[in-house]
């Protein structure tokens, strides 16, 4: 018997790739999180500047200021929209090539927030370090915009 091929939206990891994880319980609806995961406005409140739209297939960019050795630029693309509870997008930048996959999963007082990043080889490990970082101050963002949007 063979094992079935991934399907559209899938990613494979090398062996030796590191992901991220970022959880938190949060006291709101999956879909008003979804809402700030992906209305392009609200989205740039907690994370950049974007032109993002929940469409599979979509290749959007974020972009920040530039800094010495980066052009503020990460390139995405939509994998997957299950509205809402599950989002993924490719996200490409200093030769790091990873994907983002949220989750949320409704809980008696609100939300339950997976944010996994996959992909970083095992000698990308600044980056690994800068996005483990970088994710805990964006969600906590995230956390903020939730909390007064209606």
Known sequence: MTEPGPTVGQTTQPADALS???ERDMPHP???IWRALTQ???????LMKNDFQPVVGHRFSFRATPVK???GVIDCEVLVVEPPSRLSYSWGTLG????????LTPTQGGTHLRMEQTGFRSEQDAAYKGATYGWR???GNLEQVVARID
């Open 40 to 46: 392009g406005p609200l989205l740039e409140e907690w």
């Open 137 to 139: 101050k964006f969600i």
């Open 20 to 22: 991220l994880v970022v």
């Open 69 to 71: 050795n980066w052009d």
């Open 30 to 32: 999956p879909e008003k």
């Open 96 to 103: 790091t090539k990873s994907a983002v996959t949220w989750t």
